[in-house]
């Protein structure tokens, strides 16, 4: 299948710091990308919607200015948690989908720890 | 909007018996259906999906049926081994849209 990347796999910052998370297509190119957020033992929990070149769609609750995303080309989207603080402390999850098939492949996921 | 429901939450088999999930959705509009496995810590990982214009689909031990009429679709792993267990989510989706996952069934394989 295809391959996502994302980095860095595991962050630990202080309250207060921002933290960017980059997610790559490495081998196909993806229009629509996806944010998820995944609490212990719980389903995937859509953030937002990435669309390159256009502003992200934000779930109801999401804060936009909390976590920025920015999709500027086909293969890299990035989001960015804006003053962190330990209740953004998760499991951050990305995927990118193929234009033609709509199938979504994940990224391998980004543990963040706020202290 | 779409409503994806899945059974069972757990799941414990020995090793070589058969394991099944089942998923039912509420949108008819939905079309394509995946199932993901996700091992602790990583990220979901795709291992077999169907299409609204078939019934059924194989892959070695693994295979996934589709009933549109009834609105439910269902992951049957055969002869389980322990690197089957995981965290399995099963999706629906129609072109364009967004993925409605279900909540996970958390497979354990006892050698």
């Known amino acids: 299948g295809a391959v996502v990347s994302q980095h860095p796999s595991r962050v630990i910052c202080k309250s207060g710091t921002s933290v960017k998370i980059e997610c790559r297509s490495l081998?196909?190119?993806?229009?629509?990308m996806f944010w998820y957020r995944q609490f212990p033992k719980q389903s995937l929990m859509l953030m937002a919607t990435s669309n390159e070149g256009s502003k992200a769609t934000y779930e109801q609750g999401v804060e936009k200015d909390k976590f920025l995303i920015n999709h500027a080309s086909l293969t890299l989207s990035t989001l960015t948690v804006t003053s962190a603080h330990p209740e953004d402390s998760s499991f951050y999850i990305c995927s990118a989908r193929t234009d033609d098939k709509n199938i979504q492949y994940f990224g391998a996921g980004t543990r963040l720890s706020v202290l | 909007g779409e409503n994806v429901e899945q059974h069972p939450s757990t799941l414990s088999v020995q090793e070589g018996d058969s394991a099944v999930i089942k998923c039912t959705y509420s949108d008819s509009a939905s079309n394509y259906f995946p199932w993901y496995k996700q091992e602790l810590g990583k990220g979901p990982q795709l291992i077999i999906d169907i299409r609204s214009n078939v019934g059924e689909k194989k892959d070695q031990r693994i295979a996934v049926t589709l009933n549109k009429t009834a609105k439910h679709f269902s992951l049957h792993i055969t002869e389980t081994q322990p690197e089957d267990s995981a965290v399995y989510f099963c999706?629906?989706?129609?072109?364009?849209?967004?993925?409605?996952f279900g909540t996970g069934t958390s497979l354990t394989v006892i050698p």
């Open positions: 999706a629906a989706s129609w072109a364009g849209n967004q993925f409605y």
């Open positions: 081998d196909f190119q993806a229009t629509t």
